[in-house]
């Protein structure tokens, strides 16, 4: 079975700009949650889907923006990039939302940096 | 807000030798995931704690879940370079009438030949 893809995997951007990353989750899953992740301060909860709806949003500005597809499929967009967005975003699928055993399947990230 | 702290933040050691890195919390987790992750990679979950005073063992990685569930650790014997990565810690909290992870900022751990 397919592991979590991400892409691209790297990407250079300016600030202003705006960017969209993809995530196809584990054939079945249909949870997709996405992190934020820089050194020092692990991994930054950004917004959790299931079943094409936000179940959960962390702590970060409304430039950041999800959404999931009718077949699990995530995107995840910043608009008006800063040079801070720069990071690992990670993206992780699960069978389920919300179980307190739920094992999370990552994907390798898209390397973020904003010049 | 719910906090996971991990120490130590960085650990450097020989190969051979054995190390103890923590997860500690002020709050009560319904569960607690290790995950470990290599560069270039994603996190992969190692194992998952539920009970207060559950032990689990991965060959030579020992987990444990405090008794009030709001502490763990993971020790490892005689480490090997393959054990070097970030080792993070991860709580379900309940949210609503599910769960949501707290995760910690994670252990940098190199083990050196």
């Known amino acids: 079975k397919a592991g979590v893809t991400q892409t691209p995997r790297y990407l250079i951007k300016t600030r202003g700009q705006q960017v969209t990353l993809s995530c196809s989750p584990i054939?079945?899953?249909?949870?997709v949650s996405w992190y934020q992740q820089t050194p020092g301060q692990g991994l930054q909860f950004l917004f959790e889907?299931?079943?094409?709806?936000?179940?959960n949003k962390g702590n970060f500005p409304g430039r950041f923006s999800g959404r999931q597809f009718s077949n699990s499929r995530s995107e995840m967009n910043v608009s008006t990039l800063e040079l801070g967005d720069s990071a690992l975003y990670l993206c992780?699928?699960?069978?389920?939302?919300?179980?307190?055993?739920?094992?999370?399947?990552f994907g390798p990230g898209t390397r973020l940096t904003v010049l | 807000t719910q906090l996971l702290e991990q120490s130590p933040q960085f650990l450097s050691i020989q190969e051979g030798e054995n190390l103890t890195v923590y997860c500690n919390s002020s709050?009560?987790?319904?569960?607690l995931q290790w995950y470990r992750q290599e560069p270039g990679e994603g996190p992969v979950l190692l194992v998952t704690?539920?009970?207060g005073g559950e032990v689990k063992k991965l060959k030579r990685l020992t987990f444990q879940f405090g008794d009030a569930r709001k502490d763990s650790s993971l020790h490892i014997t005689a480490a090997q370079p393959g054990d070097t990565g970030l080792y993070l810690c991860a709580g379900a909290s309940p949210f609503g009438s599910n769960y949501q992870l707290i995760w910690g900022a994670g252990t940098k751990l190199i083990i050196k030949p």
């Open positions: 889907y299931f079943s094409e709806t936000q179940r």
């Open positions: 054939s079945g899953h249909r949870s």
């Open positions: 709050s009560v987790f319904s569960s």
């Open positions: 992780a699928s699960s069978v389920w939302t919300g179980g307190r055993n739920n094992e999370q399947f």
């Open positions: 704690v539920v009970t």
